[in-house]
């Protein structure tokens, strides 16, 4: 009777529905997708939820997307690796890599365009044509001190332009189309922004950008990039960026794409952020990643 028990429990170990129980379990080990609060939370879920549903449907594996209400508290999870997948801004990808092991995969295209350059953004009529104009004036930056776009490639044009640390008041808004809407309603006398934020709906919607001025553009560097946690193994990493970047080859495709405000997700290396390693150097030192 024992050597019967025996062999009953094997052969239920070994059946092909015991095979099948276990694949599935793996196929539903979810993955994390986090996406940096570039807008607010509500907007961000609509545009990157069909994406996130896609990658679900193709890895065979729920794909959970999550956002947060603020620089701060995304950079939280980062830190604590909560995100499988992540879409940042360049600063966060250059620590998180440093730090963690982040690997870049993609990087956004956006009015057909796969670079963004940081700005000063003011009023057509604020009367300020230079840097120097804003000295002893409040400027308000999108996302907080580790947006890269809002506040260091920012800063680091105030620098340029010959404004030092203490020579400007700095105040700073949730997000960089908030900063933009801040300047143009005399919050302040310039926002620090993304060039291409002015073009966002989300900022159309509210203001006449053509009211406002790019007083000082940075040079055009790698758009915001995707990252994969070290932790990934290479194939799946692989198909991911397969996948996401491909997308423009079918009409399902497209549409996932516009419903992002993106046109394309282009295949990415981390050399091509040295640029902003470079950048980041300049404005917070050698030892930004502490």
Not at 272 to 284: A, D, G, K, L, W
Request: net charge positive; charged share 20%; hydrophobic share 40%.
């Amino acid at each position: 009777m024992r050597c019967l028990q025996i062999f009953i429990l094997i052969s239920l170990l070994m059946s092909p529905q015991s095979v099948i129980w276990a694949a599935e379990s793996e196929v539903l080990s979810p993955l994390t997708m986090g996406v940096f609060p570039r807008r607010n939370a509500t907007v961000t879920f609509q545009l990157f939820r069909p994406l996130a549903d896609y990658l679900s449907t193709q890895l065979g594996r729920e794909v959970k997307l999550i956002t947060t209400k603020d620089f701060k508290s995304f950079w939280d999870s980062v830190e604590q690796q909560r995100y499988d997948l992540v879409h940042y801004n360049q600063y966060h990808y250059v620590v998180s890599q440093k730090k963690f092991g982040y690997q870049v995969i993609l990087k956004n295209e956006e009015f057909g365009e796969s670079t963004i350059a940081g700005a000063i953004i003011v009023r057509k009529d604020s009367g300020i044509t230079s840097m120097q104009d804003l000295k002893g004036k409040k400027i308000i930056f999108g996302g907080g001190p580790k947006a890269m776009q809002s506040y260091i490639v920012a800063t680091y044009l105030l620098r340029w332009g010959g404004l030092l640390a203490g020579e400007y008041e700095e105040a700073f808004a949730k997000n960089p189309p908030n900063a933009i809407l801040s300047a143009y309603y005399g919050q302040a006398a310039a926002a620090g922004s993304g060039d291409k934020v002015l073009n966002l709906e989300v900022v159309k919607q509210h203001i006449d950008i053509k009211e406002m001025n790019v007083l000082a553009r940075g040079a055009q560097l790698p758009h915001l990039p995707w990252a994969v946690k070290a932790a990934i193994d290479s194939t799946l990493r692989d198909k991911i960026q397969h996948l996401l970047s491909h997308l423009n080859d079918t009409a399902e495709g497209r549409q996932l794409l516009n419903s992002a405000h993106l046109t394309a997700l282009v295949p990415a290396t981390d050399a091509e952020y040295n640029s902003h390693r470079s950048i980041i150097r300049t404005v917070y030192g050698n030892d930004y990643a502490k």
